[in-house]
C-alpha cells in the first residue's frame, strides 16, 4: 500500500538524482528560445553561426567559471566522460598510468588502460568504497588519474599533484565540476560531462586541458608505431575543432543551451564560490540528519571525504531502503536509489546547485515519515 507523505513534508521539487540530474525551468525554456530568426539553434547545421555561438558561450563561459590558467583550453567532444577515458588512453599515456581507485568511474578508467594492448599493466591505488585514495608519486608512470568526486559513493578527494612529478595529472570531475572549489594548476585535464552539476543531458565531454596536456597528446599522437589513435578519440583532433567553438561530430544541440544556461546561470549567481557554499549547505543538512538518526548514518566514515554534491546515507539493516525509495517516489521524490553495483542498503541524494538547500531538508523529513510508518 502506497504512504500518503503530508503535503507539507514535501519538497517543492522532488528531483535528487545523481545524474541526469534536475533540469531548472529556465533551461527548458531556453530550448524554446534559443538562437533567432537570422541565427537559429535547433534544427540547423552545427557549422553555421547559431549553433557556434553557442559552443563559445560554452567554453567562455566555462573558462570564467573555472578561472582558467594561462594557457589551459576548454575542449569538448561528443561521447561523455566514458568516451573521454578512451580519449585519454589513446592520446595522453605513453606508457603506463596510476590510478586512484575508490569507487565504480576510477575502476572503469583503470580498466580502460589495462586493455589497451600498447600500455603496460597500471599501477591501482585502491581504498574501499566509502574512503578515498590517493595519488602516490611513483617513478614508473607518466600520468596519474583519480576521481575528484566518486559518483557511485559519495567520496570526493582533494586535487592535488603527487609530490616531485612533473608527469600529467587527469581528474575526473564528472558529478563534481562546478560546484567542488578546485585550483586548475593542481591537474592538467580536469574532465567532466554536462549532466550533473551542469543540469543537461548527457553525451557530450568536456576537458579543461593544461599546455603540458596539450602538448602530450601531440606527441602520442604523432608516434606512430603500434598507436592507432582513431579520429573520433584524438584529443587533438577535438582540440582543433573545439577552437573553431564547433566538435568533430554533430553535437546534441539541445544538452549545449541546456549547458549554456546552467553555466551563465552559476556565473550570475556568484560563480564557483556561490555554487560550492550552497552545496555544502544541502550537504550539511543531509548528514547532520543521518547523524542525528539511530537507524542511518554517513556512509562515508571521514566528514572531510564526504561529499558535497552526492551524499550516500545508509540505512538500518532493520529498514528496507528499496521500500523507502519506492514510497518517496510513490510521492514524487525520484531518484534517490543507490548505485547499483554498490549493493548496499542505503539512499544517495543529488545535492547539485540546482537543488535547494530547503528540498534537502524537506526530503530528511519526509523518509523521517516514511521510516516511521514501516517502523
Same mark, same amino acid.
Given at each position: 500500500m502506497?504512504l500518503? *507523505?503530508?503535503?507539507?513534508?514535501?519538497p517543492?521539487d522532488g528531483?535528487?538524482?545523481?545524474?541526469p540530474?534536475?533540469?531548472?525551468?529556465a533551461?527548458?525554456r531556453?530550448l524554446?528560445?534559443?538562437g #533567432?530568426?537570422?541565427?537559429?539553434?535547433l534544427g540547423?547545421?552545427?557549422?553555421?553561426?547559431?549553433?557556434k555561438?553557442?559552443?563559445?558561450?560554452?567554453?567562455?563561459?566555462?573558462?570564467?567559471l573555472?578561472?582558467l590558467?594561462?594557457?589551459?583550453?576548454?575542449?569538448?567532444?561528443?561521447?561523455?566522460?566514458t568516451?573521454?577515458w578512451?580519449?585519454?588512453?589513446?592520446?595522453?599515456?605513453?606508457?603506463r598510468?596510476?590510478?586512484a581507485?575508490?569507487?565504480?568511474?576510477?575502476?572503469?578508467?583503470a580498466?580502460?588502460t589495462r586493455r589497451?594492448?600498447?600500455?603496460a599493466?597500471?599501477?591501482v591505488?585502491?581504498a574501499a568504497?566509502g574512503?578515498v585514495?590517493?595519488?602516490?608519486s611513483?617513478?614508473?608512470v #607518466?600520468v596519474?588519474?583519480?576521481?575528484h568526486n566518486? %559518483?557511485?559513493?559519495g567520496?570526493?578527494?582533494?586535487?592535488?599533484r603527487p609530490a616531485?612529478? +612533473?608527469?600529467?595529472?587527469? %581528474? +575526473?570531475?564528472?558529478?563534481g565540476?562546478?560546484?567542488?572549489?578546485?585550483?586548475l594548476?593542481e591537474?592538467?585535464v580536469?574532465?567532466?560531462?554536462?549532466q550533473?552539476?551542469?543540469?543537461a543531458?548527457g553525451?557530450?565531454?568536456?576537458a579543461?586541458?593544461?599546455?603540458?596536456?596539450i602538448e602530450?597528446?601531440?606527441e602520442?599522437e604523432a608516434?606512430?608505431?603500434?598507436?592507432w589513435?582513431?579520429e573520433?578519440l584524438?584529443?587533438t583532433?577535438?582540440l582543433a575543432n573545439?577552437r573553431?567553438d564547433?566538435t568533430?561530430n554533430?553535437?546534441?544541440v539541445?544538452?549545449l543551451?541546456m549547458?549554456? =544556461?546552467?553555466?551563465?546561470? *552559476?556565473?550570475?549567481?556568484g560563480?564557483?564560490?556561490?555554487?560550492?557554499e550552497r552545496?555544502a549547505t544541502?550537504?550539511?543538512i543531509?548528514?547532520?540528519?543521518?547523524e542525528?538518526?539511530a537507524w542511518a548514518?554517513?556512509f562515508v566514515s571521514?566528514?572531510?571525504?564526504?561529499?558535497?554534491v552526492?551524499?550516500?546515507? +545508509?540505512?538500518?539493516?532493520?529498514v =528496507?531502503?528499496a521500500?523507502v525509495?519506492g514510497?518517496?517516489? +510513490?510521492n514524487? *521524490?525520484l =531518484?534517490?536509489?543507490p548505485?547499483?553495483?554498490?549493493g548496499?542498503?542505503?539512499v544517495?541524494?543529488g545535492m547539485?546547485?540546482a537543488?535547494?538547500p530547503?528540498d534537502?531538508?524537506?526530503l %530528511?523529513?519526509?523518509?523521517d515519515?516514511?521510516?516511521?510508518q514501516l517502523?
Amino acid at each position: 500500500m502506497t504512504l500518503q *507523505i503530508p503535503s507539507s513534508l514535501l519538497p517543492s521539487d522532488g528531483r535528487f538524482g545523481a545524474g541526469p540530474s534536475k533540469v531548472r525551468p529556465a533551461q527548458a525554456r531556453a530550448l524554446l528560445s534559443a538562437g #533567432d530568426p537570422a541565427h537559429p539553434v535547433l534544427g540547423t547545421s552545427h557549422r553555421q553561426s547559431g549553433v557556434k555561438d553557442l559552443v563559445h558561450r560554452v567554453r567562455h563561459g566555462l573558462a570564467e567559471l573555472f578561472d582558467l590558467p594561462e594557457g589551459y583550453e576548454v575542449a569538448l567532444g561528443n561521447g561523455g566522460s566514458t568516451a573521454f577515458w578512451e580519449v585519454a588512453t589513446a592520446s595522453l599515456v605513453r606508457e603506463r598510468a596510476q590510478h586512484a581507485v575508490f569507487g565504480e568511474f576510477g575502476a572503469k578508467f583503470a580498466a580502460s588502460t589495462r586493455r589497451a594492448p600498447f600500455l603496460a599493466e597500471p599501477e591501482v591505488v585502491e581504498a574501499a568504497p566509502g574512503s578515498v585514495a590517493h595519488l602516490a608519486s611513483s617513478a614508473a608512470v #607518466d600520468v596519474y588519474a583519480s576521481p575528484h568526486n566518486e %559518483t557511485s559513493t559519495g567520496a570526493m578527494a582533494p586535487v592535488r599533484r603527487p609530490a616531485g612529478t +612533473d608527469q600529467l595529472v587527469l %581528474t +575526473d570531475a564528472t558529478s563534481g565540476a562546478g560546484a567542488l572549489p578546485v585550483d586548475l594548476r593542481e591537474t592538467d585535464v580536469y574532465y567532466f560531462g554536462p549532466q550533473k552539476v551542469f543540469g543537461a543531458d548527457g553525451g557530450l565531454w568536456l576537458a579543461l586541458c593544461s599546455p603540458a596536456a596539450i602538448e602530450r597528446a601531440a606527441e602520442v599522437e604523432a608516434s606512430g608505431g603500434a598507436r592507432w589513435v582513431p579520429e573520433f578519440l584524438s584529443l587533438t583532433t577535438a582540440l582543433a575543432n573545439s577552437r573553431l567553438d564547433q566538435t568533430l561530430n554533430t553535437p546534441a544541440v539541445g544538452t549545449l543551451v541546456m549547458l549554456a =544556461d546552467q553555466v551563465e546561470w *552559476i556565473l550570475a549567481q556568484g560563480g564557483l564560490a556561490w555554487s560550492s557554499e550552497r552545496c555544502a549547505t544541502s550537504a550539511g543538512i543531509l548528514y547532520d540528519w543521518a547523524e542525528r538518526r539511530a537507524w542511518a548514518s554517513p556512509f562515508v566514515s571521514e566528514p572531510a571525504e564526504r561529499s558535497t554534491v552526492v551524499g550516500t546515507v +545508509d540505512l538500518d539493516e532493520h529498514v =528496507d531502503a528499496a521500500a523507502v525509495v519506492g514510497h518517496l517516489r +510513490d510521492n514524487g *521524490i525520484l =531518484d534517490v536509489f543507490p548505485y547499483r553495483k554498490l549493493g548496499r542498503n542505503q539512499v544517495r541524494v543529488g545535492m547539485f546547485p540546482a537543488v535547494e538547500p530547503e528540498d534537502v531538508a524537506a526530503l %530528511t523529513g519526509s523518509i523521517d515519515f516514511v521510516v516511521d510508518q514501516l517502523m
